[in-house]
Antibody
Framework: EVQLVESGGGLIQPGGSVRLSCAASGFTVSSNYMSWVRQAPGKGLEWVSLIYSGGSTYYADSVKGRFTISRDNSKNTLYLQMNRLRAEDTAVYYC????????????WGQGTLVTVSS | QSALTQPASVSGSPGQSITISCTGTNSDIGTYNLVSWYQQQPGKAPKLMIYEVTKRPSGVSNRFSGSKSGNTASLTISGVQAEDEADYYCCSYAGGSSPYVFGTGTKVTV
């Protein structure tokens, strides 16, 4: 059974930083592609970032230059380093896994809430 | 990359068929047969329902089907049931520097 478990969310001041983690089991982070997708309170889904099995990374324009996606293959864990946070970054952040041979988001974690507020 | 356009809400009576549209552009839906659909129940994470426009993952009811014409993809729920009440989101691969775009979401009421 595939499990993606996010952690690291919380209350962060504007301009601050936080690192989200996503521990995977039953799914190999390094062999597939991993994304972060967020959902602001009461709003829709927004794709945030992606790392392919080969290591290439991609970002939504709204977070480019502020967020960094990475992974630790030995820990089978995905990360999202979030810097210079803004109120509009407040959302539940989902860790999402997709098979390297496909383009769909197969597995979703339960999400972690990041609240940016003073 | 702008969000794909979906109707805010769709409703139907039990047993009816309902269809949710998802309109994009020539840069996403119009170019790639890589549209997926996700169901999100209240307070839960999204779940993959359809991928590559028409394919169903194992375990998803065959009451769910997908199609595409031009820049618009559609999700049809045949014989809609009370358990199908949820928010539904489409997503398309779009290539380039921001390769994925989600739809605005549709609330289905039965």
């Amino acid at each position: 059974e595939v499990q993606l478990v996010e952690s690291g969310g919380g209350l962060i001041q504007p301009g601050g930083s936080v690192r989200l983690s996503c521990a995977a089991s039953g799914f190999t982070v390094s062999s597939n592609y991993m994304s972060w997708v967020r959902q602001a309170p009461g709003k829709g889904l927004e794709w945030v970032s992606l790392i392919y099995s080969g290591g290439s990374t991609y970002y939504a324009d709204s977070v480019k230059g502020r967020f960094t996606i990475s992974r630790d293959n030995s820990k089978n864990t995905l990360y999202l380093q979030m810097n210079r946070l803004r109120a509009e970054d407040t959302a539940v952040y989902y860790c999402v896994g997709g098979y390297s041979y496909g383009y769909q988001h197969n597995y979703w974690g339960q999400g972690t809430l990041v609240t940016v507020s003073s | 990359q702008s969000a794909l356009t979906q109707p805010a809400s769709v409703s139907g009576s039990p047993g009816q068929s309902i269809t949710i549209s998802c309109t994009g552009t020539n840069s996403d839906i119009g170019t790639y047969n890589l549209v997926s659909w996700y169901q999100q129940q209240p307070g839960k994470a999204p779940k993959l329902m359809i991928y590559e426009v028409t394919k169903r993952p194992s375990g998803v009811s065959n009451r769910f089907s997908g199609s595409k014409s031009g820049n618009t993809a559609s999700l049809t729920i045949s014989g809609v049931q009370a358990e199908d009440e949820a928010d539904y989101y489409c997503c398309s691969y779009a290539g380039g520097s921001s390769p994925y775009v989600f739809g605005t979401g549709t609330k289905v009421t039965v």
